[in-house]
C-alpha cells in the first residue's frame, strides 16, 4: 500500500452520501485503530461516543446547530459520527484500571516492573498537576494523537472523515452527559463518503512545500 499516495488523496469531505454507509467490519477497524492509539504514558484519557443512527447523530448535531450551523449537515448526513472526549483532571480509578489492564496484558515480569510503571506515570500526572498546572491541555494533546490516528487509517481505508471543531462543547457534553463522567468533547470526527456535490473532492491538496517544512541536520 503507498502510503504517500493515500495521504495525497485523502481531503476533508464538505458533503456527504447520506445513503452510501460505512460497512461495520471498516467501522470496527477505525475503532479498533482508536482504542490502540499511543498516549504519553499510556495515559489513555479519553472516551469515544459513536453515533450510527438518525437519534444519535441528531444529538450530536445539536451542538454544532448552537452557533456552528455549517457543521450540522456534516453530521446529519454522514454514515458514523464519533464524538473524541478527553478527560479533564487525573482519575485516579482509571489510572488504577489502566495499570491493572497492563498487568492482565502481561506487561509486567514482577511487581517492581509494576510499582515502576505506576511510578512513572503518576511522576508526569504529577508534574502536569501540580507543577506545569495544565493537565486539560496536556491530555487534550493526547486525545490529538488518536484524532491523527483515526484520520489516516480512514484513508488508508477509503473513508472519508470531516473533523470539527466547531461545536458547542457545553451543548455537548450536555447531551451526552459527558462531563458527569469527567470528560469534555474535544472534536467530533464525521465519516462517511462524499457526495457528487461535494466541491473539496475536485479541488487539488496544498500544502507548503518540502523545503519550507523540513531541516536536515
Same mark, same amino acid.
Given at each position: 500500500m503507498d502510503i504517500v499516495a *493515500?495521504?495525497?488523496?485523502?481531503?476533508?469531505? *464538505?458533503?456527504?452520501?447520506? $445513503?452510501?454507509k460505512v460497512p461495520a467490519e471498516i467501522i470496527g477497524q477505525l475503532r479498533e485503530v482508536l482504542r490502540l492509539a499511543p498516549s504519553s504514558v499510556n495515559s489513555q484519557p479519553w472516551h469515544f461516543v459513536?453515533?450510527?443512527?438518525?437519534e444519535g447523530k441528531e444529538r450530536i448535531a445539536r451542538a454544532a446547530e448552537a452557533g456552528f450551523q455549517y457543521n450540522a449537515a456534516k453530521i446529519r448526513d454522514a454514515s458514523h459520527v464519533i464524538v473524541l472526549a478527553t478527560k479533564v483532571a487525573p482519575d485516579e480509578a482509571q489510572l488504577a484500571a489502566v495499570l491493572e489492564q497492563e498487568a492482565q496484558d502481561g506487561r509486567f515480569v514482577n511487581d517492581a516492573a509494576k510499582s515502576a510503571q505506576?511510578?512513572?506515570?503518576?511522576?508526569?500526572? =504529577?508534574?502536569?498537576?501540580?507543577?506545569q498546572k495544565d493537565v486539560p491541555f496536556w491530555y487534550e494533546k493526547q486525545t490529538y494523537i488518536a484524532l491523527g490516528n483515526l484520520l489516516q487509517a480512514a484513508a488508508l481505508l477509503d473513508v472519508g472523515a470531516t473533523p470539527m471543531e466547531g461545536f458547542n462543547a457545553e451543548v455537548l457534553d450536555k447531551e451526552l452527559g459527558l462531563r458527569d463522567k469527567g470528560f469534555t468533547g474535544t472534536v467530533i470526527v464525521s465519516l462517511g463518503y462524499s @457526495?457528487? $456535490?461535494?466541491? =473539496?473532492?475536485?479541488?487539488? *491538496? @496544498?500544502?507548503?512545500?518540502? $523545503?519550507?517544512?523540513?531541516t536536515d541536520i
Open positions: *493515500k495521504a495525497r488523496q485523502r481531503y476533508t469531505v *464538505k458533503s456527504y452520501d447520506r $445513503e452510501r459513536v453515533a450510527a443512527t438518525p505506576h511510578a512513572g506515570r503518576m511522576s508526569y500526572t =504529577n508534574l502536569h498537576r501540580f507543577t @457526495s457528487g $456535490e461535494d466541491f =473539496n473532492a475536485r479541488l487539488p *491538496k @496544498s500544502r507548503l512545500p518540502a $523545503e519550507q517544512v523540513f
